[in-house]
């Protein structure tokens, strides 16, 4: 497919050529970076350049950055990390609106363990403020909390700074999971007040199946995975270092140009929705109506009286255009609806009818304009089907 008619960059971006120069690059560096001679030092010396340039893009310290293989890593480590040393009975908060990396993994830890799990729910417009996390964890004696910085389905950015003073107040452990927003808002992990925080490299350019977890205190932990005391022994196995090359260019190369990223994405959203309106097709956002509160790049739109599938299935076949119908990651499970869309407390229409779009650097204007254009074909063509089917 061509790259402009690509519109599930929440699922995975593209890489950059910058970041697939640095992977070929690392390639040639086949020795073990455990070792002592100089190829090896080489090889270590690269790791160290990508540390400090993952810990630039969140305000952390390099010590403070651990490798993983991704975001789904990084929560269950902190998930299964906490809960396993905390007090029995003690609770688990996180929000309806998680990545199935934490509810999922959440539940099932709790499910077999002696703790307790509550979820948070989200306002219609998929924002969990702090007065509904302040409710839950009055009642209950929290060990772990566990929010989002932005959700994947809708882009809704969680007032984060805010939910840290609940989890403070309460002693409990504050996480961040942070695989979208990273690369596409600025993100301080002193200014959020997160104790951990997931990143994860291929939502903003870098490769698939490295990510790293920063931890405020990592003397304060113990390895999720252990063996040859790799990442400060805190997370053992040869590092992946072509990975790790990979995710340490895109973090350098979203950090010094997020805000023409930022205004890209603003700009690109300003002309899909501008023609949605010229050409009169009826839509709803699913998600915050104040651009202050969500994420550019995501567009969640329901379009009353159709079927999603169908939009995309025929957007995929007749124009090579690449939608979602929600989450990516949820599509390989049963599941009717998006638990995203559903814990907003959206109708049956709108759940049926919501498809999501994300873009981001790649996307020019004109991709946009023949998105809609192919959206507008899509739902002549489903309209006509189903009045023929009358
Ligand atoms: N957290 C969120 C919010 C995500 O959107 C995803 C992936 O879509 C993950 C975690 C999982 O990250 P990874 O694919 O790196 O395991």
């Not at 540390?51 to 950055?65: S, T």
Request: net charge neutral; with cysteine.
């Amino acid at each position: 497919m061509k790259i402009g008619g690509y519109f599930d960059y929440n699922a995975g971006t593209p890489q950059s050529d910058g970041v697939k120069k640095a992977m070929m690059a690392a390639m040639e560096l086949f020795a073990n970076p455990s070792a002592t001679y100089p190829s090896a030092v080489r090889s270590k010396t690269l790791i160290q350049q990508a540390r400090q340039n993952v810990a630039r893009l969140i305000g952390a310290e390099p010590e403070q950055i651990v490798f993983t293989s991704g975001g789904t890593e990084s929560n269950n480590w902190i998930l299964h990390s906490i809960m396993e040393r905390a007090s029995k009975g003690t609770v688990f908060v996180t929000t309806a609106i998680e990545h199935d990396a934490i509810l999922s993994s959440g539940r099932i830890f709790c499910d077999q363990s002696d703790h307790f799990m509550y979820v948070v729910l989200p306002t219609h417009e998929g924002i969990v403020t702090a007065g509904n996390v302040a409710e839950i964890c009055g009642i209950h004696s929290v060990s772990l909390l566990s929010v989002m910085l932005a959700n994947n389905e809708t882009g809704a950015i969680q007032p984060i700074a805010d939910i840290a003073k609940v989890a403070k107040k309460k002693g409990a452990f504050f996480h961040v999971d942070a695989v979208q927003a990273a690369g596409k808002i600025p993100i301080d992990v002193n200014a959020l007040g997160c104790d951990s925080l997931t990143l994860s490299a291929h939502k903003f350019y870098g490769p698939k199946g490295i990510g790293a977890l920063y931890l405020r205190d990592p003397q304060n932990f113990s390895p999720f995975i252990i063996g040859g005391g790799q990442e400060n022994g805190l997370r053992a196995g040869t590092e992946n270092i072509t990975g790790i090359a990979g995710f340490g260019v895109a973090a350098a190369e979203v950090f010094e140009t997020l805000e023409t990223r930022i205004k890209h994405n603003q700009s690109i959203r300003k002309v899909i929705l501008a023609a949605l309106d010229t050409k009169k097709i009826p839509y709803i956002i699913n998600g915050p109506t104040d651009d202050r509160f969500v994420m550019a790049n995501t567009l969640n739109l329901s379009f009353p009286g159709f079927r999603a599938e169908a939009l995309v299935v025929r957007l995929g076949i007749c124009n090579d255009i690449a939608v979602s119908l929600g989450s990516a990651c949820s599509t390989n499970k049963d599941r009717r609806h998006s638990h995203v869309l559903q814990a907003m407390g959206l109708d049956e229409e709108r759940l049926v009818s919501a498809i999501r779009i994300s873009f981001g650097t790649f996307t020019e204007v004109n991709d946009a304009k023949l998105l809609v254009s192919g959206l507008e074909e899509a739902l002549v063509m489903s309209q006509g089907i189903a009045e023929g089917g009358r």
